[in-house]
């Protein structure tokens, strides 16, 4: 009799302890949870208090990803799921979806070079994300993010559920280079040494705007080494790792800052950060998406900031990204118009 008074009482306490109510339920999904950004994205996740929920979705591997994950001493709940559990139940209630889902980059390729494995990949998943969770923050990392954007933007319009302030092309890691790398150069700390990076997420669509960092004198020589490795620092990665993929744990840190930033918008905090999104800087110039610092709050993408004070050198770079920008997003929205 006490024993099963004791045993109810720890039953209640640690549901308590380990389930989440409705009203401060904060479940993040991943879809490619099982991938070498999905497996330390998903455990940087756990380790963030405002994650009641961790769903992990993958095509195999996420029963053992998410048992491994769970026995992590913090509060929220992980399951593990693949096509057999269902891909709907890993989303059912969702507020915010993270897709690493897709093949990355071997040496010599480039990104755009993963647009026929990846597009349809991408597109799939976002049906599904449209059908099971479509008011949740979808967080794109899925290669090529030029393109895969506007991919998941055309399948929830075709669904009639496209809402642009919910999703974004994660463009963190770029920031996070911008940091490191011109710490680097100046032999100062990098967690202060702030670097807005804007335009898409490839080559000479990355653009840094050195003119608004602590460094603004920044020229020659240095300034152009410092641009092309910010460009270029994905296939630093690339080449290091020598055919057996791209930046995953770098990558880690960059999604789980943006997902950490859009749990924290969810609770009410206003909390800056670029992403590619919808937006209307260039859109009288047929760009639709464009990466800037965002203000999210607890709808989304609440405000698009503008460039601000460029110099020459930083306008070029900006028409250099709009030309491939333009033709990044045409193939990611022609793919869904001929393959819906
Ligand atoms: P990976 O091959 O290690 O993992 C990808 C995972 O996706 C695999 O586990 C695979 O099973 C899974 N997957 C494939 N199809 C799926 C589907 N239909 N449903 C669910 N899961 C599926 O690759 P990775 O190194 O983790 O990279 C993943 C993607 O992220 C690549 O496209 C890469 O280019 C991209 N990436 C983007 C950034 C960025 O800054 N946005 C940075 C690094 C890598
Ligand atoms: C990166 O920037 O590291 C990723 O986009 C992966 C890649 O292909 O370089």
Redesign the pocket.
Known sequence: MMFAARSTLRTTLSKRAFSSTAANASKVAVLGAAGGIGQPLSLLLKLNKNVTDLSLYDLKGTPGVAADISHVDTNSVVKGYTPDQGIENALKGAEIVVIPAGV??KPGMT?DDLFNTNASIVRDLAKSVADNCPKAMVCVIS?PVNSTVPIVAEVFKSKGVYDPKRLFGVTT?DVLRASRFISEVQGTDPTQEPVTVVGG?SGVTIVPLLSQSNHPGISGETRDALVNRIQF???E??RAKDGTG??TLS?AQAGARFAGSLLKALKGESVVEPSFVDSPLFKSEGIEFFSSKVTLGPSGAEKIHELGQLNDYEQKLIEACKTDLVKNIKKGKDFVAQNP
């Open positions: 990355p980059r990104r290669n890691l997420h620092g994905g296939d990665v690339v791209s930046a990558m």
